[in-house]
C-alpha cells in the first residue's frame, strides 16, 4: 500500500470518529428534547467537543492537500470553510441560555455533517482499498512481460 493508500486508511479513521462524534451531539440534543438533561449540561458536554471536531477535520483536510489528493481536498473543503467561518465569527460553540431557540438549526447541521461524514467514510474507504480489477490488470501486465522475457 503506497502513501495514499494509507493517507486514506487515517482518513478512514479519522471520518469513523467524526461519525461517532456526530452521532453522540445527536443523542445529546435528542435528551434534551426529551428532557433527560438539562440546557447547561449539555452545553458543556458538547462545548468540549466542538473545537476538536472542527480541528480534526481542518487537519485530514490540509493532509490532503500536502499529499496532492485534490479530489479529497476539494470535497472537504466547503465544510472546512463554513466551520473556519463559524469560528471566525465567534459561533461555533452552544450557549445555555440561546439553546431552545436555535436547537432546530443544530439538529440540522449535525444530521448534516452526520451524512457527510458518511459518505466521506465510504469514500475514502474506497480509496484506501486496492480495486480488484488494478490488481488484476497489474498482475497480467507482468505476467504478459514474464512471457515476453521468457520467450526472447
Not at 467524526?18 to 438539562?38: A, G, H, R, T
Request: with cysteine; net charge neutral.
Amino acid at each position: 500500500m503506497g502513501g495514499a493508500g494509507w493517507l486514506f486508511l487515517f482518513a478512514v479513521l479519522m471520518a469513523a470518529g467524526l461519525l461517532f462524534c456526530m452521532v453522540f451531539f445527536i443523542i445529546m440534543f435528542s435528551d434534551l428534547e426529551c428532557d433527560y438533561i438539562n440546557p447547561i449540561d449539555l452545553c458543556n458536554k458538547l462545548n468540549q467537543f466542538v473545537l476538536p471536531e472542527n480541528l480534526a477535520h481542518a487537519f485530514l483536510a490540509v493532509l490532503f492537500l500536502t499529499s496532492g489528493q485534490w479530489t479529497a481536498f476539494l470535497l472537504n473543503l466547503p465544510l472546512v470553510l463554513w466551520n473556519a467561518d463559524k469560528i471566525r465569527k465567534k459561533s461555533h460553540m452552544y450557549d445555555a441560555t440561546e439553546i431552545f431557540r436555535t436547537l432546530g438549526g443544530h439538529k440540522k447541521e449535525t444530521f448534516f455533517k452526520l451524512g457527510f461524514y458518511l459518505l466521506s467514510f465510504f469514500y475514502y474507504l474506497y480509496r484506501c482499498a486496492p480495486s480488484p480489477f488494478s490488481t488484476l490488470v497489474a498482475s497480467s501486465t507482468w505476467m504478459i512481460v514474464a512471457l515476453i522475457a521468457e520467450s526472447e
